[in-house]
């Protein structure tokens, strides 16, 4: 046994790959080696999937680590992290394993880098169980670039279920340290916009007719608000397989981003698909927090490592949020605090997510 291990149990609350995903990046960053056990033992199928060891490969990749037991089904890894370099790297699920989630894992880790990163990132762009690659570029990227950081996403191809085959490149540069974030007033919508897609053999019609379920949708709530969901066919060239989704983002005067998204499946009524995001978008507006249900748990990882304390007002905190908390805090000295919001209006079920930071500097600049 290496008594300097820190253990992981994959297999406790969420019980699936974000544990990996957050305990990996911390793990690279403060050059801890690591044990993880169980890993997905909360999922149907557990072990790693082509997603998962794509990201424990580029993390491992990004740091010059050592990485054990990273087989496809494994239940158990050790890592052992070294210095995290710039560079271009390349992962590739081979599947439509979700570019997001390796996104997720690897960012944290490039802006604490010695030079600038390129990552070629390749696979899903728009999967099931993780954020589409529109919500990234306009939901997260925004809000997560108020950490006091910028990067450059460019999606090349779009990849859908069942072959993948989408890539996305990432440019960024690293930073001495991460600002702390204060989101606590929510405002007042003032727009709402998206894009609804078709792509391969569907068409656009599709498109246009989860856009006007969407809009129907959202006006039995929002009557006077202009609604732009554009409707859009991906060029053949830049789409990789047959697919369709919808996501709409509704920005606020304090320049809050909250969406709702969904995917078309077959046999998936195209109407059903639109009014399934203007629902989810709806009941993000409800709760009255500054940040929506996914974008919650993406926030941890830099609250944990920003200097100073980070304030973020939420509707109810998911179970990954409380896993990433629980991982973070384990991981760091950052200490998180969750108290129920006392809101002016009380039919909102609000709370606030404080950190306070620790602070990591970059220590190559």
Do not use: W
């Not at 740091?63 to 710039?86: A, Q």
């Not at 709530?221 to 047959?242: K, M």
């Amino acid at each position: 046994m290496d008594g300097d291990r820190v253990e992981i149990d994959g297999g406790i609350m969420e019980g699936g790959g974000q544990i990996l995903r957050v305990s990996t990046a911390l793990s690279c960053l403060l050059g801890l080696p690591l044990r993880v056990r169980r890993i997905r033992a909360g999922r149907s199928q557990p072990g790693l999937r082509p997603q998962h060891l794509s990201g424990l490969e580029i993390i491992r990749d990004l740091c010059d680590g050592k990485l054990n037991g990273g087989e496809i089904g494994s239940t158990e890894i050790t890592f052992t992290p070294g210095k995290i370099k710039g560079g271009t790297h390349i992962a590739d699920t081979k599947t439509a394993g979700s570019v997001c989630l390796l996104m997720q894992v690897a960012m944290p880790c490039v802006l604490f880098a010695a030079s600038p990163s390129e990552l070629h990132l390749k696979g899903g762009t728009n999967a099931e169980m993780a954020p589409q690659i529109d919500y990234t570029v306009m939901v997260f990227k925004p809000i997560v670039e108020k950490f006091n950081f910028t990067f450059n996403c460019d999606i090349k191809k779009r990849g859908y279920y069942p072959q993948g085959g989408g890539e996305v490149v990432v440019q960024m540069s690293p930073v001495k340290e991460l600002s702390p974030i204060n989101l606590t007033e929510r405002g007042t919508v003032t727009k709402i916009y998206g894009r609804a897609f078709v792509a391969g053999a569907l068409p656009i019609k599709l498109a246009k007719d989860m856009s006007s379920a969407a809009v129907r949708c959202i006006r039995k709530e929002i009557r006077d608000l202009y609604i732009n969901i554009q409707p859009v066919r991906e060029p053949d060239d830049q789409a990789v397989g047959t697919g369709s989704g919808i996501i709409i983002v509704a920005e606020t005067s304090t320049g809050c981003l909250l969406a709702g998204s969904s995917l078309g499946k077959r046999g998936k009524n195209s109407d059903k698909v639109g009014i399934e995001a203007a629902e989810v978008l709806l009941k993000n507006l409800k709760h009255g927090g500054t940040v929506d249900d996914s974008l919650q748990d993406q926030l941890i990882i830099f609250m944990a490592l920003a200097k100073g304390v980070s304030r973020v007002k939420s509707g109810p905190i998911t179970l990954h949020t409380q896993t990433a908390i629980h991982f973070a805090e384990q991981l760091t000295k950052a200490k998180f605090t969750v108290t129920k919001s006392e809101d002016e209006d009380p039919s909102n079920d609000t709370y606030i997510i404080e950190c306070q930071g620790v602070g990591m500097i970059n220590p190559n600049l």
